[in-house]
């Protein structure tokens, strides 16, 4: 049974910095494509962050240049350092195993505000 547990969530001022979590159980990381989803009220989920079974990331428009994704393959983690906060990055943030999948983590709130 695949289980995904995010962390790292919080209250942040703008321009701030936070580090997520995203610890797998049931399955190996290695082998797949993990990514970081945001979802704003009222917004449809959408993808921030992703990172190849190979180690190539790719990243979404608005978090170019701010956010890094890492993946350890031995802790069977996957990482989003989110640099450079903004209001506009509030949202609960979601890590997914695949992307073609059903395994999500429950979600870690992050709120970005003075």
């Known amino acids: 049974q695949v289980q995904l547990v995010e962390s790292g969530g919080g209250l942040v001022q703008p321009g701030g910095s936070l580090r997520l979590s995203c610890a797998a159980s049931?399955?190996?990381?290695?082998?797949?494509?993990m990514g970081w989803y945001r979802q704003a009220p009222g917004k449809q989920r959408e993808l921030v962050a992703g990172?190849?079974?190979?180690?190539?990331?790719n990243y979404a428009d608005s978090v170019k240049g701010r956010f890094t994704i890492s993946r350890d393959n031995d802790k069977n983690t996957v990482y989003l350092q989110m640099n450079s906060l903004k209001s506009e990055d509030s949202a609960v943030y979601y890590c997914r195993m695949g992307t073609v999948t059903n395994y999500w983590g429950q979600g870690t709130q992050v709120t970005v505000s003075s």
């Open positions: 049931g399955a190996p990381i290695s082998i797949y494509t």
């Open positions: 990172i190849t079974a190979r180690g190539f990331p």
